[in-house]
């Protein structure tokens, strides 16, 4: 292989903005000139479009992802010393707003196929003190929901769901209706980190929820804990999505549904170069959700992994380990985890042998091209 000339990154929001570049700094320059940063109507506009992308009756739009989880677990009154059951293997974030409330995490093992947790490995961390569980969507695709609510339902426990990396994705019922990822549990929550599938150019994140009296319970909390101005019922934070972020993410709404199809095709592209690479697993769709590959997340046997890593950099191929470290080893949450636990075998693993390419919705086919043939290289 040629040294390359192609500045591949895992993430180019640079290329993305400028397919949209007119219409995205008018409608900056437009909440300039009125002045209207916080609150104002293209906040209004954002959220009820997403309401309706959503098909949910409620969106309340706040700071980031973490603000979101942890709005979403004061909404559910869980008492300091509940337990709420959480993958091993995720962003730190799902963890730390139940530490900070003085929950305690109960972390469980995933999937080896989807890297998500599964209605069987909640049930088995269950204990009288369980009252929640906050599934994550990893990587952009749903955990398998209908069993996950089913034993939710038999234990009496919140469903927060965790879906900062699939906003976007539908899940598929038994009964072959269908729901967006993130409309199925109580509530849901999402991040509009810039990476993410739908990403602002700055922070952001929301709520969601069909549960009207719910509703104002996040609204309440993520606005000082007041309903009505300078009368505070309740403790609260200060979480709001700023106008500026509003008017960039309601144009680029409009789009997710072609970006996630822009990933998928990248997606697909990268399966069929890897096909016959048998140390190699490609990622796994489960058959009851769809993909929008936030990251596109291959395991690599034989414990390869970070000499193909290293590999790849010198061809000039970018890539990342999410994550490198599971939550039950992270000093921070040692102590305050519910039971120590020894290591869960296959985030064990999975940390161990994940490693994700470059996915965004601007990979051209010589892009493509260049990076399968440096990962085709290594195994030759
Ligand atoms: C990004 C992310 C978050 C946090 O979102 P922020 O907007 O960065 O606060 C939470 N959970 C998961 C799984 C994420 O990927």
């Keep these: 292989m040629k040294e390359t000339t192609l500045n591949i990154q895992m993430v180019d929001l640079q290329s993305q903005y400028a397919r949209l570049q007119e219409e995205i700094d008018a409608a900056v320059l437009e909440v300039i000139r009125s002045a209207a940063f916080i609150n104002g109507p293209a906040v209004r506009d954002f959220q009820a479009h997403l309401e309706q992308y959503l098909g949910v009756n409620h969106v309340i739009p706040c700071a980031n992802g973490t603000d979101a ?12 010393g509940d337990e709420v059951i959480v993958p091993a293997f995720t962003y730190v974030a799902t963890a730390e707003v139940i530490a900070l409330l003085q929950l305690r995490p109960v972390m469980v093992d995933v999937d080896p ?50 879906n900062a990396q699939a906003i976007g994705a539908d899940y598929s019922f038994a009964d072959g209706s269908t729901r967006k ?46 309903n009505k101005r300078y009368y505070h019922s309740l403790v609260g934070v200060n979480s709001r999505l700023d106008s500026i972020q509003a008017a960039i993410l309601d144009i680029k709404l409009k789009h997710l549904d072609s970006y996630a199809a822009a990933r998928r095709a990248a997606a697909d592209h990268y399966d069929r170069a890897f096909a016959g690479i048998g140390q190699l697993q490609t990622p796994v769709r489960h058959q009851r959700s769809t993909h929008v590959f936030h990251q596109y997340t291959l395991i690599v046997r034989d414990g390869r992994r970070d000499e193909l890593q290293a590999f790849l950099s010198s061809k000039g191929i970018p890539t990342m380990i999410y994550y490198p470290v599971p939550l039950y080893e992270q000093e921070a949450y040692q102590k305050s985890m519910a039971n120590g636990i020894g290591k869960l075998p296959v985030t064990d693993f999975l940390c161990r042998s994940v490693l994700s390419l470059p996915m965004h919705t601007e990979l051209n086919e010589e892009t493509l091209e260049y990076i399968c043939a440096g990962v085709k290289e290594f195994f030759k």
């Excluded at 989880?69 to 008492?79: E, F, N, S, W």
């Design 69 to 80: 989880l942890q709005v979403a677990m004061m909404a559910t009154g869980l008492q300091p």
């Design 113 to 162: 196929d989807t890297f998500n947790i599964t209605a069987e490995l909640v049930e088995q961390a269950i204990t009288p003190r369980t009252r929640a569980v906050v599934p994550v969507n990893l990587f952009g695709q749903s955990c398998d929901m209908e069993p996950i609510m089913e034993v939710a339902r038999r234990h009496n426990l919140w469903v927060v769901e965790d």
């Design 181 to 226: 990822t993130g409309a199925i549990g109580h509530i849901g929550c999402t991040s509009f980190y810039p990476s993410k599938n739908l990403g602002a150019y700055g922070d952001g994140g929301a709520i969601y929820t069909d549960d009207d009296e719910l509703a104002q319970q996040l609204r309440m909390i993520a606005n000082h804990g007041q």
